[in-house]
């Protein structure tokens, strides 16, 4: 990370002890968390794995802890749905459908739905929002979309090898009555179009969410997003500048559902979480960050991953305010 200590930059070998430290201080704050039981198959998690992997500005990637430990994106596939749609669609297109102002309500409230005019979810990072921009994703058919969306996280991730898991794509489905009654209500409302096939989208929605990654995975991706859509192992220009910039400041503003503003004000850094425990974050010219945590706080987030984001914000000093 460089040698500019009035910043927080330390050597790969000294990230390496901190990390390992700040994950063995912090695991125990798993235990005021729950997992998603919700969803069966994330039952399963270990509540008290923690796990962090860094990507440097020169791709290589540090890691602590539980970093190897495989889990689903959930709502962190958000994110790379956000990116495609806007390479796909353009900002205003994508705007017309999804707002851009941060939530009090839980993620997968259906509140402000109804009292909004017009009639379309506040960001894309909520689950109404997410499903309006999964719509939006080119493609045919579903199969078409969530083979993009597939190809662009392996891109994004630098990992060909990553997948969709298909028990908790199962498990998803198979209990995810709320995201049925958004998505219906959605189109009800005009928030999607009449000709949307909600089960299609439906598909496409939950497929996403069960693409599964390490930290290491999820640090790439955050290194991307910080470094203006660069990819640091490969110098390939992976998104355009504009689109990873919309991304961070929904990210800042709209990443953590109803917790983004605590954490914007105690970490200051942009990051995005999902029901797996799963954290992505991205300093502007510094790093990436993958967490991995699946004990969640009653927002939905990993508690003992922000926890550790947030000491690791102070010590670095990452907070871009």
Not at 116 to 132: H, V
Request: proline share 5%.
């Amino acid at each position: 990370m460089g040698s500019d200590s009035g910043r927080g930059e330390m050597s790969p070998d000294a990230l390496e002890r901190l990390l390992r430290e700040r994950v063995d201080a912090h695991r125990a704050v798993a235990r005021k968390g729950k997992l998603a039981t919700y969803i069966p198959a994330l039952g399963d998690a270990d509540p008290l794995h923690l796990g962090v992997a860094v990507c440097l500005a020169d791709g290589r990637i540090v890691a602590a802890g539980d970093a190897d430990v495989p889990f689903t994106l959930q709502s962190v596939s958000k994110v790379p749905a956000l990116l495609l749609a806007l390479m796909d669609r353009g900002p205003d297109t994508v705007f017309q459908h999804v707002g851009m102002e941060p939530t009090s309500e839980p993620f997968d409230s259906i509140l402000k739905l109804e009292l909004r005019d017009p009639a379309k979810p506040l960001n894309p990072m909520i689950n109404a929002g997410a499903i309006a921009v999964t719509w939006l994703v080119a493609g045919e058919t579903a199969e078409a979309r969530i083979a993009r969306l597939l190809s662009f996280v392996r891109r994004l991730c630098g990992n060909d090898a990553v997948a969709i898991n298909e028990r908790v794509y199962r498990s998803e489905w198979e209990t995810g009555d709320r995201n049925r009654a958004l998505a219906y209500f959605m189109r009800a409302i005009g928030a999607l179009p009449r000709e949307a096939d909600v089960e299609e989208v439906l598909a496409v929605y939950f497929q996403q969410c069960a693409i599964e990654v390490t930290c290491a995975d999820l640090a790439r991706m955050g290194a991307v997003l910080a470094f203006d859509g660069v990819a640091p192992w490969s110098g390939e220009q992976l998104v355009p500048r504009e689109v990873v910039r919309i991304a961070r400041a929904l990210m800042v503003t709209c990443g953590l559902y109803n917790e983004s503003g605590r954490f914007a004000v105690q970490a200051g850094i942009p990051a995005k979480s999902g029901v797996s425990g799963a954290v992505l974050a991205a300093v502007p010219k510094r790093v990436g960050l993958g967490v991995y945590g699946p004990a969640l706080d009653d927002k939905g987030n990993s508690v003992a991953g922000l926890s550790l984001l947030t000491d690791l914000a102070g010590v670095l000093r990452l907070s871009l305010f």
